[in-house]
């Protein structure tokens, strides 16, 4: 399952990619992208059963995540200033909750959160 990143999220000079700071954490969040989605559709089908998920699991429905999943991103590493080991804790908690019509309230940034040994933010 890929998960299509706008033009606009592909540049380098765009306010996306800044939120990364190397192409190892690009991949990182891209790979992280992949997983949250995948994850998103293994959990309707555990709720709602595997004939629901070949009904919703369409193009624009993965698109429509993609975006709330790019817009939190934005949230925890631009505007929070989340590292990336935070984020990956947090996203697919953020995607759940506004797909299943809830209001995700996400902490503030603190200095305690682990990063993995050899990584940055």
């Known amino acids: 399952m890929e998960v299509l990143i706008q ?9 996306f990619a800044e939120m990364v700071i190397s192409p190892r954490q690009a991949l990182r969040a891209a790979r992280l992208f992949e997983r949250t989605l995948r994850a998103s559709f293994e959990d309707d089908e555990k709720v709602m059963g595997q ?3 070949s009904k919703i699991q369409t ?7 993609a975006e709330i999943m790019a817009r939190w991103f934005r949230v925890f590493r631009g505007d929070l200033g989340y590292s ?23 902490t503030a940034a603190s200095r305690s959160f682990g990063v993995p040994q050899g990584d940055v933010q």
């Open 59 to 65: 193009g624009a429905e993965m698109k429509r995540r």
């Open 84 to 106: 990336l080991a935070r984020v990956e804790a947090e996203l697919g908690r953020a995607l759940r909750c506004e797909l299943d019509g809830g209001l995700y309230t996400p």
């Open 7 to 15: 033009n606009g999220h592909k540049s380098g000079s765009s306010p």
């Open 51 to 53: 004939h629901f998920r």
